[in-house]
């Protein structure tokens, strides 16, 4: 007799497993990229030096392995990356592991404030903008959300500077703490949140625009739909009706964007990080890039394409979730 | 008072004044100053990296044996410094008393020790510097005696010692793979200031040092903070909340730079930057025939419009440069040197000597120009000279690159017509007129000849000057140098500009060197 295997589990597996080649793929692919871009490692690094000797470049290329053809070093670094070694950033000289493993955290933090302050409020905008519609408040909400969505993240982000930080002085111009304050506990949790609010607001606004446009328009479309007004008829009003029946409908189109967007906002967290010079996972990839830091890159894309693959199947479980009608096989 | 009035000779104008009344006011100890940094830096010790991101951090951790001042070299780990007949040993007296941070005394052995094992085998520039170092001896604990093959100029190791000369403590580095080092991104020295943490990405902390050497009242401030902020726009407005103190080496716009020096919480300056002057240069490659021809040359740099450029881009932060070496070398440099004014009709008349007529379109002919990517001077230097250069007929393709494309597009792959960059003067002239204009580098090195430019009488003028050592003598051959370059014209030096800083007023005694944000800074304090 064998142990009945929940249907949720055989699908996760085999998700997971499917992913390994694509992530192999990508590492192959984004290594080759990297090498296309002229200059090396070494290049930045003696450029910020302002210049060296031909024996003290020809000593750092031999020390990092960059004398060797690109294909030794592709295979060099699959091997490592096989035993799950990210190698050395030259760059910041420690494990790129370590590197990593330090600014993730905050990433993460940035990434779940923004996406969850976006939904919410996304969602919840947009649900009323379509109770609404075609009102005063739908039109504001509207109009609302093309100005949020027109705007760069880029520009935001420095007018949010320029009102809060330097004329208003209530928040920090950047950084995730305050530095030399070493506080603990919750005035540390007071100071981090403190430090997150504009980085959050400049990443979250342009999603929250998409999520609401959706939203409305989702909610108009199952608003129509006969199933509604069948339970309308069995008097299901306000708010179960909105709730119970519309949302968890209109849902499904904002989850599948959720899903697709979240590859994105960590890139948008790229620009928001270097403005408040956030020490997260965005801005290393800017400067690893700038600076040719191969083996962090390599570790940043590593990292990203497992947390994307995860996001995807999450995104497919919820589907299930919310309409049972969506099989997992 | 004596260095005062040579700061006034010097630079004169108000910042002076400021400095001179803020010396008379009671100095208040205690408190902690944030220094805005553009980029993180992987190695903090600069027996390993000549470079002014690492000074700016570890010089206040780390002490060279010889500082410059405006009243000259001064010693800061050695007392005094002499040179035998010959030129072949130069012995430096070691301060004593001096303990490094975990309490044990630094001594020759420690000099001993860096200077063959980090100045001559890994320290960039020093290793070209030393090369004849044979052995330093160590006669007494606190007197070094550096012994060379061949004759060393006192004036040139003296002239390389405050960034060239930072020893590490021997007995936390002998016996260790020393690029490895822990200690390397910890550094324990001798100055005024402790290194605590460097957090990745945000800051790097030091604490005061309760022994430190030069007496109990040093240094004033309690911590040193320096914050990693990449983006110049924000960082300008950090400076504006009050959330950093200073900003050096062009940290932020001079769009905001300009802005803020009207702001009176702020001093803006080019002071304490004179040890670092670049040149924002020209650079051609000799191997392309068209460029080969030295009236075409010529009728390039009468096309520069370099007050214009002077104006709009340093905004008046620069003087025109006249050759490799700048105003602020002292003796080694001179005024007397062919210069090539603004003429436009004069260059387009070269031109036509040279045979390259303009054809139906009013081009003479097309270059591929590369500008460096080291900041707003270098790219708007870049766009103005192919402007420029359209004036008078010749069409200018641009080429931009980050660091490392360019870097390898000018220096290893020569794939460029011309290019233009800085190159930042250092110290003595030795080191810089080899590196650039003297032929026989490795095809590659970065700042080096990358014009294919190979003259004997350079050559021997160089070499010359490097094994001379009667001062006189020496600043002659420079004189030389300099009027060979600037006929043989390999490179426009056009511009020459110091760095620029802002400073909050609260700090006191600040850029009170000519080199003073890779410095110690233990007479720096805060008004607060």
Not at chain 1, 88 to 109: A, C, D, F, H, K
Not at chain 2, 251 to 272: A, H, Q, W, Y
Not at chain 2, 478 to 506: C, G, N, R, W
Request: glycine fraction near 8%; hydrophobic fraction near 45%; charged fraction near 20%.
């Amino acid at each position: 007799m064998s142990l009945p295997v929940p249907p949720l589990l055989t699908y996760t597996v085999r998700r997971v497993v499917q992913a390994i080649p694509i992530i192999i793929l990508i590492m192959i692919g984004s290594f080759l990229l990297i090498k296309l871009a002229p200059g090396d490692t070494v290049d930045a690094l003696v450029g910020d030096m302002g210049g060296a000797d031909p024996a003290f470049i020809a000593r750092l290329r031999a020390e990092y392995g960059l004398d060797e053809s690109v294909m030794v070093q592709l295979w060099r670094y699959m091997l490592k990356l096989a035993q799950f070694d990210f190698g050395w950033s030259y760059v910041y000289e420690q494990p790129v592991i370590t590197v990593l493993m330090s600014r993730i955290g905050n990433t993460m933090l940035l990434m779940a404030s923004s996406l969850a302050m976006a939904f919410t409020f996304g969602v919840a905008l947009g649900a009323i903008a379509a109770r609404r519609a075609y009102s005063w408040t739908d039109n504001m909400i509207s109009t609302l959300g093309l100005v949020f969505y027109a705007m760069p993240s880029f520009f935001l982000s420095l007018l949010l500077i320029l009102i809060f930080s330097v004329k208003l002085g209530w928040l920090p111009v950047g950084g995730i703490r305050t530095i030399g304050a070493f506080k603990t506990g919750w005035a540390d949790v007071a100071d981090v949140a403190r430090h997150l609010v504009m980085p959050t607001a400049a990443l979250s606004l342009i999603y929250l625009a998409f999520y609401m446009r959706l939203m409305r328009t989702s909610v108009l479309e199952v608003m129509d739909l006969d199933f509604v007004r069948t339970a309308r008829a069995k008097g299901a009003g306000g708010a179960r009706l909105m709730f119970h029946h519309v949302m968890r409908n209109a849902l499904l189109p904002v989850v599948t964007l959720l899903g697709l967007q979240f590859s994105t906002v960590l890139g948008g967290s790229v620009i928001v990080e270097t403005i408040f010079s956030l020490p997260g996972i965005g801005q290393l990839a800017y400067t690893s890039v700038v600076k040719r830091d191969l083996n962090t890159l390599m570790g940043i894309i590593a990292i990203s394409s497992i947390i994307v693959v995860i996001v995807n199947v999450v995104t497919d479980l919820v589907y299930a979730w919310l309409d049972p009608r969506i099989e997992l096989k | 008072m004596r260095g005062m009035r040579g700061r006034l000779l010097l630079l004169g104008g108000a910042l002076c004044v400021v400095a001179a009344t803020a010396q008379a006011e009671e100095v208040k100890r205690g408190g902690t100053v944030v220094i805005h940094m553009v980029s993180e830096q992987g190695v903090l010790n600069p027996a390993l990296r000549a470079s002014t991101g690492v000074y700016q951090i570890s010089g206040k951790i780390m002490e060279p044996l010889i500082d410059k001042t405006y009243d000259g070299y001064v010693g800061v780990l050695a007392t005094e410094w002499s040179s035998s007949k010959d030129g072949k040993a130069i012995t430096f007296k070691l301060r004593e008393g001096v303990k490094w941070h975990d309490g044990k005394p630094f001594t020759c052995d420690d000099v001993a020790f860096t200077a063959m094992n980090l100045w001559k085998k890994l320290l960039n520039y020093s290793t070209t510097l030393q090369a004849n170092l044979e052995a330093v001896d160590c006669p007494t604990p606190h007197t070094a005696v550096f012994k060379y093959s061949k004759p060393m100029p006192l004036e040139l190791l003296v002239a390389a010692m405050p960034d060239l000369g930072h020893p590490v403590p021997k007995h936390l580095y002998e016996g260790t793979d020393i690029l490895k080092n822990p200690y390397n991104q910890k550094p324990v020295g001798t100055g005024p200031f402790k290194f605590v943490e460097y957090k990745r990405g945000e800051y790097i902390i030091a604490e005061r040092n309760k022994d430190y050497w030069r007496g109990k009242q040093y240094p004033y401030l309690d911590r040193v903070i320096w914050r990693f902020i990449p983006d110049k726009a924000a960082a300008a407005a950090a400076l504006e909340a009050g959330e950093i103190h200073e900003s050096g080496f062009n940290g932020i716009s001079m769009e905001d730079m300009v802005r803020l020096s009207k702001d009176p919480r702020f001093d803006v300056g080019s002071k304490g930057f004179e040890n670092n002057v670049a040149h924002s240069t020209v650079e051609f490659n000799l191997r392309n025939p068209i460029l080969a021809d030295i009236r075409v040359r010529q009728a390039i740099y009468h096309a520069l419009d370099i007050d214009f450029a002077l104006k709009t881009i340093m905004r008046g932060y620069g003087k025109p440069g006249r050759g490799p070496i700048p105003s602020t070398a002292g003796a080694n440099y001179t005024d007397n040197v062919p210069t090539y004014a603004y003429d436009l009709d004069k260059a387009k008349a070269l031109l036509d000597e040279a045979g390259y007529k303009p054809d139906a379109n009013g081009i003479r002919f097309k270059l591929k120009h590369r500008p460096a990517p080291w900041g707003e001077y270098t790219q708007l230097w870049g766009e103005y000279y192919a402007q420029a250069l359209k004036k008078i007929g010749i069409a200018v393709e641009l080429v931009t690159n980050d660091a490392p494309g360019f870097l390898n597009g000018v220096y290893r792959d020569h794939d460029f017509d011309t290019a233009n960059g800085w190159h930042q003067f250092r110290a003595d002239p030795a080191v810089s007129t080899t590196v650039w204009l003297r032929s026989g580098a490795p095809v590659g090195t970065a700042w080096s000849n990358q014009f294919g430019y190979k003259s004997d009488k350079m050559d021997g003028l160089i070499d010359a000057a490097a094994a001379e050592l009667d001062p006189a003598k020496r600043a002659d051959l420079y004189h030389q140098v300099q009027k060979l370059e600037m006929t043989d014209l390999p490179v426009i030096f056009a511009i020459e500009h110091p760095f620029l800083a802002i400073t909050s007023k609260k700090l006191k005694n600040h850029h009170n060197t000519p080199r003073w944000d890779s410095s110690s800074w233990y007479d720096l304090w805060l008004d607060q």
